[in-house]
């Protein structure tokens, strides 16, 4: 377990920040703790579950392994005199066709048997009407945390901002923050008469307050981890945050879905992350003593994670990265239904292909890929478009070789977003395409295209083919889209209010499943990237 020392002098923080706010004569709260005494705190946690309720077909994670890791580590540090929180960093929506297709009910069940104690809200979470949020909080039993999500109309916050929970002699208080992106990544749909601030902005007011209430503040966040603070086409993540607000003891993040083995220190703050899907638990143990964190220790653990290994006769096989976690009993009598329930319509075949349709998120984010053409191209016949254009950031899973199921299909495109087209004139057409065209690769903006090819110089699209002929500034061209990119989403030029726009109102999933189904056995080489963009 990897091991850091810490000495952070809460007196001294909390004097800076009472002077940042301009409360130079009222002091720090008075403590709760005994001199001396030493206080063991564990905080356990997770982020961007996506639906991932059920193990994978290799018996990797899920909920039912989950819950007896968490409950063997919580009576481990009972015995030490230790207490513990478990925390959440979001987006527990949208990823598996189970989970999507029951309003992510089993996952949010399972994390109430899990004995969260909070959650901050990520982006995904309004992939759904408030209403679903709300019924999901329900469900959850436990705060759903945002400091900087406020309802437009009083300003106030729509869920809690903060939470403070009485630890032995100790008070911590932790606090919500959401991805500004969420503007550009939620379904703007579900986000009307919805405000979203700055999440460093809301921090820097809130943080001092809560030093005058709490011992320790934690900020569970749904924003995302960026070496050295290098956030580039995104909303600025963690680090930024740690770096701009002092006072802040840990953040426990989620967002950018990727594993810190080790807590990345920032200005005093630990900054975890626990990858995604509840492949691992995070666990931060400190010690706590007269005012300031002395000690702390921290790991990854994997849940069931397995490891390709070679056999004696040269085959592969894989194993388990560390000792297997029996599924806990009533965990699995309780989500057992629910995947029966998701299994029964989704393992229907529609077709086949000849190799792999490549959607993984490190690789559509960052160039074509014959998934994306394949999206595209089914889109653009549906509507009987000249140009079909889909954001990578709706494209959440690979297609793989063999038999295609309907569950295969969703789980590519989960959100269920509307067909959408519109009939643009050559010169509205160019500039449509320098905005797309020019998102940055590495964010789920990045724009897949079918039936255009074209130079980008200096932010602008030159060289337009459209189906291998020139434009024709005589004529006028229909883009085919998602509602979602229609609207506004992922910062695309919003198109709904133009006189030629027209919601088909098919679903994507249903028309890539048509798709498949009208054209297999589907050839890869007939989808394979050209390279039709050029940067």
Known sequence: MKSTTRFVTHL???????????????????PGWQEDKEYRVTILH????????WQN?????????????????????????????????GDINTGVPESDLQDAEP??????????????LGNHEFDNPLSVLRQQQEWAGFPFLSANI????????????????QVDDLKIAVMGLTTDDTVKLGNPEYLEGIKIESPIKVAEKLVPKLRKQADIVIAVTHMGHYNNGNYGGNAPGDVTLARTVPGIDVVVGGHSQNPLFEPDEQNGTLILQAHEWGKYVGRLDFVFKNGDIVWSEYRLIP????????????????????????????????????????????NIEIGSANGDFVGERSVVRNQETNLGNLIARAMKEKVNADIGIMNSGGIRDNMEAGVI??????KVQPFGNAISYVDLSAAELTDYLSAVASKQAGTGAFAQFDGVSLTLKDGKATSILVNGQPLNT???YRIAINSYVATGGDGYPKVIDHANYVNSGYVDADVLVEYVQNNAPLDVANFAPKGDVKR
């Open 405 to 410: 199921t309907y569950k295969s299909v969703l």
């Open 474 to 476: 005589a004529k006028s």
């Open 12 to 30: 001294a923080v909390s004097s800076l920040v009472i002077a940042i706010a301009g409360c130079s004569m009222m002091g720090p709260k008075q």
């Open 150 to 165: 406020t309802d437009a109309k009083t300003g106030k916050p729509l869920f809690d901002a903060y939470k403070i929970f």
């Open 303 to 346: 849940v069931n994670l397995k490891k390709k290994v070679k056999t004696a006769d040269g085959k592969t096989e894989r194993v388990f990265i560390e000792e297997e976690i029996a599924q806990d009993p009533e965990m699995l009598a309780m989500l057992t239904p629910f995947q029966e329930k998701g299994q029964e319509e989704l």
């Open 57 to 89: 077909s290799r018996g990797e994670y899920g909920m039912a392994a989950r819950k007896t890791l968490i409950d063997n580590i919580r009576e481990e540090v009972a015995l030490d005199d230790g207490n513990s929180l478990l925390l959440s960093g």
């Open 107 to 120: 996952d949010f069940r399972g994390m109430k048997m899990l004995q969260y104690d909070a959650m901050a």
């Open 46 to 53: 997770t982020n961007d579950h996506h639906g991932r309720f």
